[in-house]
């Protein structure tokens, strides 16, 4: 990675409040999961879902995270989305990059 994306990546995580934070560790560690896995692993079964996901929201707006598949939920017997963080080197290569044109 290139030390000034490495720069920009400290800065814009500097950012991440601490739920933010909590949430895209978990899915850097864990890798792909639900909502509700990340609603689960963090704060456990009996947690309300808006625990996690006005920040798991942010965090695709701020384009850490993403969604990736749909599964079937155990839980509600629907299908949901999973969701997976974007490594500091995929952030770095969404940057605009110039026209050969």
């Known amino acids: 990675m290139h030390p000034n994306s490495l720069v920009a990546y400290r800065q814009e995580m500097s950012n991440f409040n601490e739920r933010e934070k909590l949430i895209y560790g978990e899915l850097s560690f864990s890798g792909p999961m639900t909502d509700r896995d990340v609603r689960n692993n963090l704060f456990g079964v009996m947690a309300d879902m808006n625990t996690v996901r ?15 598949g749909k599964v079937k939920d155990a839980a509600t017997d629907k299908q949901v989305r999973k969701i997976r963080a974007i490594t500091p080197e995929e952030k770095a290569g969404q940057q605009v990059q110039p026209s050969l044109f």
């Open 54 to 68: 006005p920040r798991i929201t942010d965090l695709a707006k701020k384009g850490w995270i993403e969604e990736c």
